[in-house]
T-cell receptor, first 119, second 114 residues
Framework: DTAVSQTPKYLVTQMGNDKSIKCEQNLGHDTMYWYKQDSKKFLKIMFS???????INETVPNRFSPKSPDKAHLNLHINSLELGDSAVYFCASSPQRGSGFFSSYNEQFFGPGTRLTVL | GEDVEQSLFLSVREGDSSVINCTYTDSSSTYLYWYKQEPGAGLQLLTY?????DMKQDQRLTVLLNKKDKHLSLRIADTQTGDSAIYFC??????????????FGGGTRLMVKP
């Protein structure tokens, strides 16, 4: 009964290839995210997505694209992989916010991560 | 834009108290969080505090918030070797309606020596 799952756990590939990482959540949440964690453990938001809007961090190259076949899934596609893409990628989800002043409470549930190594 | 900063590393002896500090810049932060990341795993929410509070206690964890100085701390009493992990502070803001995003600090690696 894993809450947020990602596949694969490890991904090793050559420069220039195209790859996908899958994410699924069984929590019934409305919003999903992708984060990149570099070797120094800095965590950077890449995308936030619900069925209404996709918010893209403007620093993310357009080689990265999220694809959501349904509310429970948000997959990450990466084209033309580069050495600098090597990192751990985390998927996360959160429930729909409430309204009013308390609307910014945002507990996010993280997947176990996918370690991507580009050779 | 928002900026959240933490010291990179903290080492304590088992049984001592640990204090992990965080500073943030966005005065409109409404919630502040502490997440824990164990080796090879994703982040897990430990605790959070609402901005109109200055302290929250939950078993061995005490969160202190100084809103004037924009300073957040996490105190772990009687630190155990199982507490060794990376701790991230994060904030969410009422005016950040775009995508529900959190802003994370760089993480503090806590090492607990037996």
């Amino acid at each position: 009964d894993t809450a947020v799952s990602q596949t694969p756990k490890y991904l090793v590939t050559q420069m220039g290839n195209d790859k996908s990482i899958k994410c699924e959540q069984n929590l019934g949440h409305d919003t999903m995210y992708w984060y990149k964690q570099d070797s120094k453990k800095f965590l950077k938001i890449m995308f936030s997505y619900n069925n209404k809007e996709l918010i893209i961090n403007e620093t993310v190259p357009n080689r990265f694209s999220p694809k959501s076949p349904d509310k429970a899934h948000l997959n990450l596609h990466i084209n033309s992989l580069e050495l600098g893409d090597s990192a751990v990628y985390f998927c996360a989800s959160s429930p729909q916010r409430g309204s009013g002043f308390f609307s910014s409470y945002n507990e996010q549930f993280f997947g176990p991560g996918t370690r991507l190594t580009v050779l | 834009g928002e900026d959240v900063e933490q010291s990179l590393f903290l080492s304590v002896r088992e049984g001592d108290s640990s204090v992990i500090n965080c500073t943030y810049t966005d005065s409109s932060s409404t919630y502040l969080y502490w997440y824990k990341q164990e080796p090879g795993a994703g982040l897990q929410l430990l605790t959070y505090i609402f901005s109109n509070m200055d302290m929250k206690q939950d078993q061995r964890l005490t969160v202190l918030l100084n809103k004037k100085d924009k300073h957040l701390s996490l105190r772990i009493a009687d630190t155990q070797t199982g507490d060794s992990a990376i701790y991230f502070c994060a904030e969410s803001c009422m005016n950040n309606n775009a995508g529900n995003m959190l802003t994370f600090g760089g993480g503090t690696r806590l090492m607990v020596k037996p």
